[in-house]
Nanobody, 121 residues
Framework: QVQLVESGGGLVQPGESLRLSCVAS??????????MEWYRQTPGKERELVAS????????NYAESVKGRFAISRDNAKNTVYLDMNNLNSDDTAVYYC????????????WGQGTQVTVSS
C-alpha cells in the first residue's frame, strides 16, 4: 500500500516559519526512482507546484513566489522530504500536498492527503 504522510502544518503569524514533512512508503519500483514535489492549493485556484527535488540527486526547483523563502530537502535513509517555509505571509495560506512522481514512467504518481497552513495575525 502506497502512503505519503504529510505533517507540520498549522496556524502561524506573518513572518514566522514552518517545516513540513512527507514520509513515503510502498512506492512502486522503489523510492529512488521518484522526484518528490510539494504543491499547494487555495479555493478557486489551480494546484500550484511549489518545489521539487529528485530523490537520486540534482537541483531543486521553486516557484517564483517562494524563491528565497522556501527550501526543499530530503533524507533518503528515512524516505522523507521536507519543505522549510520562512517569512510566511497571508498569500502562503493553502493546503500543502506532497507528490511522488516516478521519473521513468510518467503516469505513475502518488499524492498525500494534504496539510493545512494558515498565516494570520
Amino acid at each position: 500500500q502506497v502512503q505519503l504522510v504529510e505533517s507540520g502544518g498549522g496556524l502561524v503569524q506573518p513572518g514566522e516559519s514552518l517545516r513540513l514533512s512527507c514520509v513515503a512508503s510502498g512506492l512502486t519500483y522503489g523510492y529512488s526512482r521518484y522526484r518528490m514535489e510539494w504543491y499547494r492549493q487555495t479555493p478557486g485556484k489551480e494546484r500550484e507546484l511549489v518545489a521539487s527535488l529528485a530523490v537520486a540527486g540534482g537541483s531543486a526547483n521553486y516557484a517564483e513566489s517562494v524563491k528565497g523563502r522556501f527550501a526543499i530537502s530530503r533524507d533518503n535513509a528515512k524516505n522523507t522530504v521536507y519543505l522549510d517555509m520562512n517569512n510566511l505571509n497571508s498569500d502562503d495560506t493553502a493546503v500543502y500536498y506532497c507528490k511522488a512522481q516516478n521519473r521513468n514512467v510518467l503516469s505513475i504518481r502518488h499524492w498525500g492527503q494534504g496539510t493545512q497552513v494558515t498565516v494570520s495575525s
